[in-house]
């Protein structure tokens, strides 16, 4: 119950929810405009700004804020708890957004039609993976150093957006064997166990930190 | 049994110990927790407040240790930074929505009563907010809850004296009820003279004196005579004596032993002389 609670002052204090809703607005530009990437490419720009906004908990931080969100009453790993679900949650709303921005364009363009759709969870799954070990990164190597900690936030998002279109365009056999393989109960299974994964590190990342000092 | 118990507890950094901290502190009591910049005030008060974990000993607040329940612990804790600790970015009203969220004590009505009484605004950032409004903001938001204890790290600094003033009232109507009590650590030492019940000195990390305020002032007396009143054997009694071209000025114990010369002039010394003079003998 406090992770949520903790989750919903991140939301509050990054207010990220607002500005992620231009990213289905973009894919849908894109889409309508463009023919580079097509619908994969669209939601995984939206996930590429779910996994930014998932470390802006980790962002916005700053020490003096201990005095007041560390001293609020919870069980120990509350907190971090909640700045893991706000990134699940943040990730969450933007691949729902990259659907509605599909939907959207395809009926802008119907000649593109939704893609692999069996893929989405898939990259929700593997993004969730992402963000677990970004966060990690984030909560036990925090630095002062401004340009380290935008290093550690960037290099998640970008691996991600880039290695997705780089996979496409020179392994297309290798994409196209999978896609084969995969059916939308499959997909489902994949993010499924992501999200267990994603669970699990968590609970992991409280422990390994439950001795550490919160100044 | 005293609300809180501080036993032995220590830290150590790279450049600092904290070493072998012990005090307690009756219900109903206001101790001032005293000492130069670095001496390793924040780092106790970080450490009561469970921000930070002590290499050894413990702290109980009310008989209850952090690990024995860590929810009621925080909750008996009304904690006052030197610094605006609320995110910057948020209004009161957010504010006023995380301690109804988090603090079953929280009561909206009080708290609204301290934003009107003290025309804190609503609908502004916190970013936007005065030096002086933060600090009140801040005593809003532990006032209206039902803490036992309330912990002030050097929360007076930069006011004006009218907000001074009020705040030391509001701490002396606070402790009134006799259940609860006051941590305040503090450079103004005129406020200490005024609302501190006990004195507890600390300097490099070591804890030097932690005694009732009245007991200190009745132990000792600042001593002052001309260069030829300081002989060698007065000099080894007397604490952190100071030269001048008039004379000197040092601290007496009057549990030392020896009886002062009567050419010289005693007074009963305030806290930042018997500080000061710790201090001198110190260095």
Same mark, same amino acid.
């Given at each position: 119950m406090y992770m949520l609670k903790f989750a919903k002052i991140d939301l509050l204090k990054t207010r990220s929810f607002s500005w992620l809703l231009l990213f289905p607005v973009l894919a849908v530009c894109m889409l309508s405009f463009s023919n580079d990437g097509g619908p994969t490419m669209a939601i995984t720009y939206c996930q590429f700004a779910g996994i930014i906004a998932s470390a802006l908990p980790f962002a916005t931080?700053?020490?003096?804020e201990c005095g007041f969100l560390q001293m609020l009453?919870?069980?120990?790993g509350d907190d971090l708890r909640g700045h893991f679900l706000y990134g699940f949650l943040a990730e969450l709303v933007a691949t729902f957004l990259g659907c509605c921005a599909l939907l959207v364009s395809g009926l802008l $363009?119907?000649? =593109?039609? =939704?893609?692999?759709?069996? =893929?989405y969870p898939v990259l929700f799954g593997i993004t969730l993976l992402l963000i677990v070990v970004q966060n990690m990164l984030l909560t036990f190597f $925090?630095?002062?150093?401004a340009q380290v900690m935008q290093l550690m936030r960037m290099v998640p998002s970008f691996a991600f957006f880039f290695g997705t279109a780089a996979l496409m365009e020179h392994l297309p056999d290798l994409v196209g064997r999978f896609l084969g393989w995969l059916t939308l109960i499959r997909g489902f299974g994949i993010a499924a166990v992501c999200c267990v994964l994603y669970g699990l590190l968590t609970q992991l990342c409280v422990m390994l930190t439950q001795r550490k000092d919160l100044l | 049994m005293d609300l809180l118990e501080v036993k032995h507890i220590a830290k150590h950094y790279k450049n600092f110990d904290l070493q072998d901290i012990s005090f307690s502190l009756p219900a109903g009591y206001i101790m001032g927790y005293v000492g130069q910049n670095g001496a390793g005030k924040t780092t106790t008060l970080n450490i009561i407040n469970h921000l930070i974990q002590s290499a050894s000993g413990t702290v109980t607040l009310d008989g209850r240790t952090y690990d024995d329940a860590p929810i009621p612990y925080r909750d008996q804790i009304g904690y006052i930074g030197d /610094?605006?600790?609320?995110? /910057? +970015?948020? !209004?009161l009203r957010h504010i006023r929505g995380i301690l109804r969220d988090f603090y079953?004590?929280?009561?909206p009505a009080r708290f609204d009563r301290y934003v009107a009484d003290w025309n804190?605004?609503? &609908?502004?950032?916190? &970013?936007?907010?005065s030096r002086g409004m933060k600090v009140k903001l801040m005593f809003a938001s532990v006032l209206s809850r039902d803490t036992r204890l309330l912990v002030l790290d050097?929360? !007076? +600094?930069?006011?004006?004296p009218v907000v001074r003033r009020q705040i030391l009232e509001l701490l002396q109507e606070y402790i009134s009820d006799g259940s609860r009590s006051v941590l305040f650590s503090t450079h103004i030492l005129e406020d200490l003279e005024q609302i501190a019940d006990y004195v507890c000195f600390i300097d490099k990390g070591k804890q030097i004196f932690c005694e009732p305020k009245e007991d200190l002032i009745e132990r000792y007396l600042v001593a002052k005579g001309g260069? &030829?009143?300081? !002989?060698p054997e007065l000099s080894r009694h007397l604490i952190g004596i100071t030269k001048n071209d008039f004379g000197f000025e040092a601290l007496y114990d009057t549990d030392c032993g020896i009886v002062l010369p009567p050419e010289l002039v005693t007074d009963r010394p305030s806290i930042d002389q018997i500080m000061f003079h710790m201090i001198q003998k110190m260095r």
């Open positions: 931080e700053t020490r003096e009453p919870c069980h120990p $363009r119907p000649e =593109l039609g =939704l893609g692999p759709v069996a =893929l $925090r630095s002062e150093n | /610094a605006s600790y609320f995110p /910057a +970015n948020l !209004t079953p004590s929280f009561d804190l605004p609503v &609908k502004d950032r916190i &970013k936007s907010f050097e929360a !007076t +600094n930069g006011l004006d260069p &030829k009143d300081l !002989t």
